[in-house]
Structure formats: structure tokens, C-alpha cells
């Protein structure tokens, strides 16, 4: 089986790429995984049709992960047509490649579809009703991949790692030079583990999950916190001493933004449980991203 990962260079991408990297091989030296292609822009394009069905004919491509996305949410609001262009319409390109050739499609969305006016868990029932531009984007783009009866769409909420440029990585830069910053602590959420989600992606997979399971999917860690109680957590794991020396709470109007955010996002994962796998408590998985930060 030869899977195409897009955004291979992504966070989420580089976690896979490391899931995958572990696999062992048996007493005879052969690994039966499937063959993962890990892509960046510059190797596939989602906004290009002729670049994405290029690649899959070439690497006779079985599955597609598309984890490529427009993920600037503040940057969304004033370029929009990109966002959309990147969120939609790359999405239109991949279903109607995957439809040509018979592929399944895998497809990560976000809890930013909802509007976080609510105080219980979100179940994939519920109406999409985005508050902001970049969530508008991702909720047509899930839409469209939700129209191909080969799809698994999962929605997943905070998703950091230590890879890349994320929410952990600021705030663990920032304590680490002992500086002040102002952290929300209104909005609540679910911190996910990028390596935890790569790995349950990779068990779909490889377990031939995906004949059984199409449609719509919540995935994230359990448990809730607001931003400032994931950043406490962080200086605290780092140097118990320095609890709340340089994380500050704030309330959302104190921290102006272009793009509002949702206020509550919490995912309700009942039908996760279909699967054979169950999510960790965020607080466990984010120990664990700092034990493999610290061996990187």
C-alpha cells in the first residue's frame, strides 16, 4: 500500500514521519507497512489538479492523508482567497484525483468549525457555525471531502508537537528566556498531541481500518483547559519553581486579535471509540512531548 502524506513537512507530517520511522522490521528483515510518501508544496500542490494526480500516478498512490492546510488564523481574515483557495479548493482538487483513481482520502479539519457558544463537548452531529474566516474555510473544505463516500474526515482541536511553529513551542521559547506573556484564560479546549493523532492515523491504515470507517470523526486528547492553564502547565513541567513567574492570564478583550475565536471547543469522541484505539489525557501526552523535545 503506497500512501501520499501532504503537508509532509508540516507538524502533523513530520510527527507521521517519525511514527513510521519506528516500525520494525521482523526476525527475517521484512517490514509489511505500507510505503508513506511524505510531500511537501514543492512535491505536490493541492491547489494544482495536475500536480496532485501527476505524483499519484506515478507513486500508484492507494490512500491520501491530506494534512496540508492554510493554518494562519489571523492572517486568514485579510487573505481570505488564499485561505479558501488552500482549505476548499485544495480539497475539490484531492476528492475529484481520489474519485479518478479510487483512493481513500483522509482528510484533518478543526474544532474552529463550531462557535464555541456552548459548555458541553461538541458531537460531529453538531452545527458547524465558524466564527472566523479561517474556520469558514476549513468547515466548506470538510464539506466537500464529506461528499466522497471514500472519506474519513477527522476534526481535531490545539494540535501541537515539538515540531514546527506552534502554541507549545512559543510559550516554551518564551519561558525558557524568562519572558513575561499574556495567555487567554476564557477560551477552553482540548491541547492534542501531533504524535498521538499521527499514530492513530497510522493505525487506520495499516490495520485496514479504512473499509469499515468512513465519514466524520472527532480526535483529540481527553480532558479540557483554557490556553493560559496549558501554558501554566508547560512552565510549570519545565521548572516547577517558576509557576506563574512569566505566564499571565488575560481575558479574550484584553488580547485584541483580527479574528475572533471560538470560546469553547470541546470534542465529544464517542464515535472515536469505534476504532480500536483510545486517546490519552492531554496532560500525559504533553509530558511526553517534552521528554521527546528534550531528545531532540
Not at 498512490?61 to 481570505?80: F, G, H, L, R, S
Not at 485544495?90 to 457558544?117: E, P, Q
Not at 481535531?156 to 525558557?176: A, C, H, P, Q, V
Not at 506563574?244 to 475572533?260: D, G, T, V
Request: net charge negative; glycine share 4%.
Amino acid at each position: 500500500m503506497n500512501v501520499l502524506v501532504t503537508g509532509g513537512d508540516g507538524q502533523l507530517g513530520q510527527c507521521m514521519r517519525s511514527v513510521d520511522s519506528q516500525k520494525v522490521c521482523d526476525e527475517n528483515g521484512y517490514n509489511d507497512s505500507p510505503k508513506y510518501f511524505f510531500a511537501n508544496r514543492q512535491d505536490v500542490d493541492i491547489t494544482s489538479i495536475d500536480s496532485i494526480e501527476n505524483f499519484v500516478k506515478e507513486h500508484n498512490i492507494d490512500v491520501i492523508v491530506n494534512c496540508a492546510a492554510y493554518t494562519n488564523v489571523e492572517k486568514a481574515e485579510e487573505d481570505y482567497d488564499t485561505a479558501l483557495e488552500v482549505n476548499y479548493g485544495g480539497v475539490c482538487k484531492l476528492v475529484s484525483v481520489c474519485k479518478k483513481y479510487d483512493i481513500y482520502l483522509i482528510h484533518i479539519s478543526t474544532d474552529y468549525v463550531f462557535n464555541g457558544r456552548r459548555h458541553i463537548p461538541y458531537k460531529e452531529s453538531a452545527e458547524c457555525d465558524p466564527v472566523n474566516k479561517y474556520g469558514t474555510t476549513k468547515w466548506l473544505g470538510e464539506c466537500e471531502a464529506l461528499e466522497y463516500d471514500k472519506s474519513i474526515v477527522i476534526r481535531t482541536s490545539w494540535l501541537y508537537s515539538e515540531y514546527g511553529k506552534n502554541f507549545y513551542r512559543t510559550m516554551l521559547d518564551r519561558i525558557k528566556n524568562k519572558q513575561e506573556t499574556s495567555v487567554v484564560c476564557d477560551q477552553v479546549g482540548t491541547p492534542t498531541y501531533a504524535r498521538d493523532l499521527a499514530e492513530f492515523l497510522c493505525m487506520i491504515i495499516e490495520e485496514n481500518e479504512l473499509e469499515d470507517h468512513t465519514g466524520l470523526f472527532h480526535f483529540s486528547n481527553y480532558g479540557c483547559c483554557s490556553w493560559y492553564d496549558f501554558a501554566a502547565t508547560i512552565e510549570t513541567l519545565w521548572d516547577s519553581k517558576e509557576r506563574n513567574q512569566y505566564i499571565l492570564p488575560c481575558s479574550s478583550k484584553e488580547y485584541r486579535c483580527k479574528a475572533e475565536r471560538p470560546f469553547y471547543t470541546v470534542l465529544n469522541k464517542e464515535e472515536l471509540l469505534s476504532f480500536p484505539y483510545e486517546p490519552r489525557h492531554w496532560y500525559a501526552a504533553l509530558i511526553d512531548c517534552m521528554l521527546n523535545d528534550n531528545k531532540e
